[in-house]
């Protein structure tokens, strides 16, 4: 089990780009696949972004070519770079890191505001 602390949310106007990062803290780091998920208001939780323990990412259609998920084991983290953010990538963040047992842990969430 891994405790997840997300940074890096704020506002930005429409075009911009902003950084996330999830912290763990935890052992075993490196055997996670992790993710990210977002949920505006009013909507469901969705998956933006994945990557495996062996450093495969994958994405969700509305997120590819503009995000990149890459992780770096030794500071047990991962990192989310979004960039030419749109109105409709307001949401809170949301890290999830999975363990080889399939055992999820989340994080608290951090803001993201794209405005006009």
């Known amino acids: 089990q891994v405790q997840l602390v997300e940074s890096g949310g704020g506002l930005v106007q429409a075009g911009g780009s902003l950084r996330l990062s999830c912290v763990a803290s935890?052992?075993?780091?490196?055997?996670?696949?992790l993710a990210w998920y977002r949920q505006a208001p009013g909507k469901q939780r969705e998956l933006v972004a994945a990557?495996?323990?062996?450093?495969?990412?994958n994405y969700a259609d509305f997120v590819k070519g503009r995000f990149t998920i890459s992780r770096d084991n030794a500071k047990k983290a991962t990192f989310l770079q979004m960039n030419s953010l749109k109105l409709e990538d307001t949401a809170v963040y949301y890290c999830?890191?999975?363990?080889?047992?399939?055992?999820?842990?989340w994080g608290q969430g951090t803001q993201v505001t794209v405005s006009s």
């Open positions: 999830k890191a999975t363990n080889p047992f399939n055992y999820v842990s």
């Open positions: 935890g052992s075993l780091f490196s055997m996670y696949s």
């Open positions: 990557v495996t323990s062996g450093g495969s990412a």
